[in-house]
């Protein structure tokens, strides 16, 4: 599991973690993925194991903009007039959606590739001072790193394609920036207006002599993520993501936090809220460990030979 900082403890026995008779009220805001995704069964299935139960003493309340980010306000505000105990929320519209709909109600935050304290909704990750907490990390941290194993699994490459949107920019930069001392060929393709026609895209980064794929992170590429991964398996080119999932769905290789680990902490703190802890003095937790994960079924199927010093380093190969 991912470690992080932030100093929660473990949580107590499940049998203990409830008061009797009480039914816990859960909004989950989302703005690109369906309850069905594995990041809700993750966070459901931590309840589960701290001892909340849904339909005896949880109700999960699961809003969906799918993607339409205008639907957001409103959705909020309808967990709001249900009178939630906590909500949960992940993405930067949606955190900001939750905060503008209560001041009261406390707010779990996935702060993934938005700064909390920048747009106000926390004062410090130690003592973030209203009534938002949770967890923070932006993939731009890593996409130097990201981008270096990328050219070390392909040292010939000249072109690469880099897939980008509106929720991006930063990344984009970090690319930019550590091609400076790389010298490759940057092809930025940006995708706008869901859903993204990503097949597209593909065309387009194959008639202009992209050798490779790197793929920037976002909400709405995570929730197309098998359909990325098989574009690139199917045209033969190399591609490059922040989280496992892409890998395990026939992507080549990855190197970011555990996504799933990150919504399982944040179970631990919505367990936290509604065993009567203040979002206010519960401090912002950032990841510490990161994890790189090859897959090298599929760089045998698209004819590439993977360096023995980078598979010697992968946390898994599938």
């Known amino acids: 599991m991912a470690a992080m900082t932030g100093g929660l403890l473990a949580a107590p026995l499940a049998a203990q973690a409830q008061t009797a008779g009480t039914v816990y009220r859960v909004g989950i805001l989302s703005t690109a993925n369906p309850r069905s995704a594995s990041i809700y069964k993750a966070f459901e299935q931590r309840l589960r194991e701290l001892g909340y139960v849904e339909g005896q003493n949880l109700a999960i309340e699961f809003r969906y903009a799918e993607g339409k980010v205008d639907r957001l306000p409103g959705l909020a505000a309808e967990l709001v ?62 996409t130097a790193k990201r981008f270096g194993l990328f050219k070390e699994v392909l040292p010939t490459v000249s072109r690469v394609a880099v897939l980008s949107d509106s929720e991006t920019v930063d990344q984009l930069k970090e690319v930019e920036a550590a091609n400076r001392s790389v ?115 599929t760089a045998k199927a698209i004819g590439l030979t993977i360096p023995q010093s980078l598979l010697g380093r992968a946390d898994e190969v599938i």
């Open 81 to 142: 007039r249900l009178n939630v105990n906590v909500i949960v929320a992940a993405t930067d519209p949606a955190t900001r959606a939750a905060k503008g709909a209560t001041a009261s109600i406390p707010i779990v935050m996935l702060a993934i590739n938005y700064d909390p304290i920048a747009l106000g909704y926390i004062a410090s990750l130690a003592r973030p001072g209203a009534n938002v907490t949770g967890l923070f990390f932006q993939h731009r941290e890593l």
């Open 183 to 297: 010298g490759l060929k940057l092809q930025p393709l940006e995708l706008r207006n869901p859903p993204y026609d990503f097949e597209s895209m593909f065309r387009v980064a194959m008639r202009s002599g992209a050798e490779a794929i790197f793929v920037l992170e976002s909400a709405f590429f995570f929730r197309e993520r098998t359909q990325i991964a098989q574009l690139g398996r199917k045209n033969r080119l190399p591609t490059s993501f922040a989280f496992r999932e892409y890998v395990e769905a026939g992507g080549l290789i990855s190197y970011g936090v555990n996504f799933l680990d990150m919504w399982r902490r944040a179970a631990e703190y919505a367990d936290k809220v509604l065993k009567g802890a203040k979002p206010s003095d519960l401090p912002v937790e950032r990841p510490t460990k990161f994890e790189l994960v090859i897959n090298q079924k």
